[in-house]
Structure formats: structure tokens, C-alpha cells
């Protein structure tokens, strides 16, 4: 089956902890991303990679991390977590192509105290 | 930048209501998504427009892009509770894959 997994589904921390959220494809995409959804703000996106090694910064990169080692994972990094990063996060992939469908993940649910 | 309108931001129907909400650019979009989230849920793909004039239906669902490729609507008719969810337009002309959004239309249907 097709899919995007990301974990952990759901995340309490603390300022300062560092954290890492998981994010795997297996339909061979080339570009995956991340983005957080917040009310009113609807999806920003965080980073995005059009393949391996080759990641660039989204609509709102600061405090944020990513790396692309291998074509299927796409962890998302939060060295110093803050409130202000607490957020719905969902990690995508598609094809690189302007009309592919993009998948998403289940989403993360992420509160930093 | 593209920047996408959606509107109306909210909207809480009866059942069995028809309903349209649109979707606005201030560019042309090379083609165009629509996707439903559900609470709790990742968006899902519901359909892709290339086509000025393009007509699609899923179901209840019909999704219409402008002549000028500038705008989308999304029509349901006899919506049921099962619709409810934010739906989301998405502009996919960029060449680097990325997709730009727009801040959604969160649709109730009671029963």
C-alpha cells in the first residue's frame, strides 16, 4: 500500500529538549517536505527536498532541521524546541511533477511546554 | 509569489444542502488540486484540474476551473454529515514540486 508514515503520532516536551520526528515514504518520490497546519494559518511549508542530499528552506525553516540520506526518509530536527513550535506537523511526498498527487502522513501533534 | 484565496473561510450547513466554496489566484495556475482533510487526518486528494473549462465530478462532488485558469469552485450537492472536513485548493505549477495552499474552507454538515 502507498503511504507516508511519520512518528511519533503525538509528542509532549519540554523547551529545550531536542527532537526528532520520523518520516518515511516507500513509492520512490523524489520530493518530500514538511509543513506544520496551524489554525488560521493553514499548511506552511516547513522544508522541502527534490531528492537525496538536496534540501532547501520552506515558508517558515527557523528552528527547524531536516536531512535527506537516503530517498525514503525525511526526518524533520527540532534542536532547541520553543512554545511557538507547537503545531500539527504532516510530512508529504510526490512526484516531482506540477500535477502529481502529493500523500501525506497521518500527522504529528506536537506540544512543547 | 502565488498567493491562493479560498473563501468562504467556514461554512455550517444542514443536510441535504447544496453548497459551493472558490478558490482564487492572482495568477494562472498550470493546474490545480483540491484536497479534503478530515479531523485528525492528513489531506487526501480529490482531484486535479489542467484544463481551462474543465468540468470533473466525484459523485456529489463537481470541481470546475476557470476559462483563465485563475480560479476553481467546488460544488456538493445534498451534502451529508460525511463531507464535513477542510477542504483545501492547491496550486502545483511550480517546477521544483512544491505545492502552495490556501487557507482552506472548513465545512459542518449536521444531520
Known amino acids: 500500500e502507498a503511504q507516508v508514515t511519520q512518528n511519533p503520532r503525538y509528542l509532549i516536551t519540554v523547551t529545550g529538549k531536542k527532537l526528532t520526528v520520523t518520516c518515511s515514504q516507500n513509492?520512490?518520490?523524489?520530493?518530500m517536505s514538511w509543513y506544520r497546519q496551524d489554525p488560521g494559518l493553514g499548511l506552511r511549508q516547513i522544508y522541502y527536498?527534490?531528492?537525496?542530499?538536496?534540501?532547501d528552506k520552506g515558508d517558515v525553516p527557523e528552528g527547524y532541521k531536516v536531512s535527506r540520506k537516503e530517498k525514503r526518509n525525511f526526518p524533520l530536527i527540532l534542536e532547541s524546541p520553543s512554545p511557538n513550535q507547537t503545531s500539527l506537523y504532516f510530512c508529504?511526498?510526490?512526484?516531482?511533477?506540477?500535477?502529481?498527487?502529493?500523500?501525506f502522513g497521518p500527522g504529528t501533534r506536537l506540544t512543547v511546554t | 509569489t502565488q498567493l491562493l484565496e479560498q473563501s468562504p473561510q467556514f461554512l455550517s450547513i444542514q443536510e441535504g444542502e447544496n453548497l459551493t466554496v472558490y478558490c482564487n489566484s492572482s495568477?494562472?495556475?498550470?493546474?490545480l488540486q483540491w484536497y479534503r482533510q478530515e479531523p485528525g487526518e492528513g489531506p487526501v486528494l480529490l482531484v486535479t484540474?489542467?484544463?481551462?473549462?474543465e468540468v470533473k465530478k466525484l459523485k456529489r462532488l463537481t470541481f470546475q476551473f476557470g476559462d483563465a485558469r485563475k480560479d476553481s469552485s467546488l460544488h456538493i450537492t445534498a451534502a451529508q454529515p460525511g463531507d464535513t472536513g477542510l477542504y483545501l485548493c492547491?496550486?502545483?505549477?511550480?517546477?521544483?514540486?512544491?505545492?502552495?495552499f490556501g487557507q482552506g474552507t472548513t465545512l459542518q454538515v449536521k444531520p
Open positions: 508529504a511526498s510526490r512526484l516531482a511533477t506540477g500535477a502529481s498527487k502529493q500523500y
Open positions: 513509492m520512490n518520490h523524489e520530493y
Open positions: 527536498s527534490m531528492n537525496v542530499e538536496v534540501t
Open positions: 495568477s494562472v495556475f498550470s493546474s
Open positions: 484540474v489542467v484544463t481551462g473549462g
Open positions: 492547491a496550486d502545483g505549477s511550480s517546477n521544483t514540486g512544491k505545492l502552495i
